[in-house]
C-alpha cells in the first residue's frame, strides 16, 4: 500500500512540475480501472510518458473496461489500456464485446506479458484447477473479464460454475479483498502485482493454481492470444514455484484514431526510451522490453506509432 501511494504521489509531482515549468504541451487522457495491476500499469505509463514525451497524461478511473472501450473508440479519451484479449475483441465487437464493436480502436504497443492465473491462500492446500470443486469462487458479470478466465480456468479441469460456489463479484478491488475476508477461496491475480502482495501480506502465504500442459488450447478458445508460462520463466512473485504453470497474453495501450499521428509517436518514442523509469515502478515491468513494443501485429496499429517504430528498425507488420 506504502509503495502504491508513493507511485501516485511521483505521478502527481511530476504533472505539477510539468505544469509549472510549461513542459507539456497539450494534456491526453488515459483510461484505466481502479485497483490490481491494470492502475498500477496506467500509473507507471502516466509518469513515464509525461516525463519523457512533453504529453501531460491523466489517468482516468473508470469502473471496468467495458466502459471506457467506447469512450476511446469516440475519441472522447485518447488512450487506453487492456489486455490483448479484451482489445481483439473490442475491436471486432465479438467475446467480451458481442455486438459493440470499437472499430476506432488502434494499437499503440504491446508492453508487457501479462502473467496472470487463478490464486489461493497457501493453508487452502489447492494446488491445480480440479481442487476448486465445491470450493467458493468469483463469479462476475456475464461477458466480463473475470467471467471469462474464470469459466475458462475451470473448463481446463472440465468444470463449470455448477460444480462450485459462486459468489458474485463486482469487481477486480471485490474480488481481491472477498479472498482476504474468507468469502472466497480463490482470486484472479498477476504475477508480480502490487495486488498479489497486499494479498500475501494480509493472508500469509499464497499459491498460484498451476494449468496443466495442453490447457493454453482450451483457455485460447475464450482468450484469444492466451499461452502457458513456467514457472522457471517467469519474475519473482509470491505464489510462484519452479513447477508452477500460469497463462500470459499480452498487455496493450490503444488509442482513439482520431488521435494525431504526433502525439502517438511521442508516446511510443516515450515507452521505447522509459524503460528504466517504466522497470523502476514493480516487479510487473521486469519483462519490458523496448524491442517489443510492436511485436504483436494481428491488430492495425495507429499510424503515428507505426512511423515511430520503422523510425528505430523495430517494426514487423505490413
Known amino acids: 500500500m506504502l509503495k502504491r501511494l508513493m507511485m501516485k504521489v511521483a505521478v502527481a509531482g511530476t504533472l505539477s512540475a510539468a505544469v509549472a515549468t510549461g513542459v507539456c504541451a497539450q494534456t491526453v487522457g488515459l483510461a484505466t480501472t481502479k485497483g490490481g495491476a491494470t492502475e498500477q500499469i496506467a500509473t507507471a505509463l502516466a509518469k513515464t510518458i509525461t516525463e519523457k514525451a512533453g504529453v501531460m497524461v491523466r489517468p482516468q478511473v473508470?469502473?471496468?473496461?467495458?466502459?471506457?472501450?467506447?469512450?476511446?473508440?469516440?475519441?472522447?479519451?485518447?488512450?487506453g489500456i487492456a489486455n490483448f484479449p479484451q482489445t481483439a475483441y473490442a475491436i471486432s465487437g465479438t467475446g467480451m464485446s458481442e455486438g459493440q464493436p470499437s472499430p476506432n480502436l488502434r494499437m499503440v504497443a504491446s508492453l508487457i506479458p501479462f502473467n496472470a492465473g487463478l490464486m489461493a491462500t497457501e493453508k487452502s492446500g489447492m494446488k491445480t484447477m480440479a481442487d476448486l470443486k465445491g470450493k467458493k469462487v468469483p463469479r462476475f458479470p456475464a461477458n466480463s473479464l473475470g467471467d471469462f478466465i474464470i469459466r475458462a480456468s475451470l473448463q481446463t479441469a472440465g468444470l463449470t460454475y455448477d460444480d462450485v460456489t459462486s459468489v458474485p463479484i463486482a469487481n477486480f478491488p471485490a474480488m481481491f479483498q472477498a479472498l482476504k475476508d474468507g468469502q472466497t477461496d480463490v482470486t484472479i491475480a498477476t504475477a508480480g502485482s502490487q495486488s498479489v502482495l497486499d494479498i500475501e501480506a494480509s493472508v500469509g502465504g499464497v499459491t498460484f493454481l498451476t494449468y496443466k500442459d495442453g490447457d493454453e488450447a482450451v483457455l485460447d478458445t475464450l482468450l484469444p492470444g492466451t499461452a502457458l508460462k513456467k514457472?522457471?520463466?517467469?519474475?519473482?512473485?509470491?505464489?510462484?514455484?519452479?513447477?508452477?504453470?500460469?497463462?500470459f497474453y499480452d498487455y496493450t495501450l490503444f488509442a482513439s484514431?482520431?488521435?494525431?499521428?504526433?502525439?502517438?509517436?511521442?508516446?511510443?518514442?516515450?515507452?521505447?526510451?522509459?524503460?528504466?523509469?517504466?522497470q523502476a515502478a514493480g516487479p510487473i515491468w521486469s519483462e519490458f522490453d523496448p524491442a517489443k513494443l510492436a511485436h504483436v501485429t494481428k491488430l492495425e496499429y495507429h499510424p503515428g506509432a507505426v512511423a515511430f517504430y520503422k523510425s528505430v528498425g523495430i517494426w514487423s507488420g505490413k
Open 62 to 79: 473508470m469502473a471496468n473496461t467495458s466502459q471506457y472501450l467506447p469512450l476511446v473508440d469516440a475519441g472522447r479519451v485518447e488512450f
Open 231 to 247: 514457472g522457471t520463466q517467469l519474475p519473482k512473485s509470491p505464489g510462484i514455484s519452479a513447477d508452477t504453470n500460469i497463462f
Open 257 to 278: 484514431a482520431s488521435v494525431p499521428d504526433e502525439t502517438v509517436a511521442k508516446v511510443a518514442k516515450a515507452l521505447y526510451e522509459g524503460k528504466e523509469s517504466l
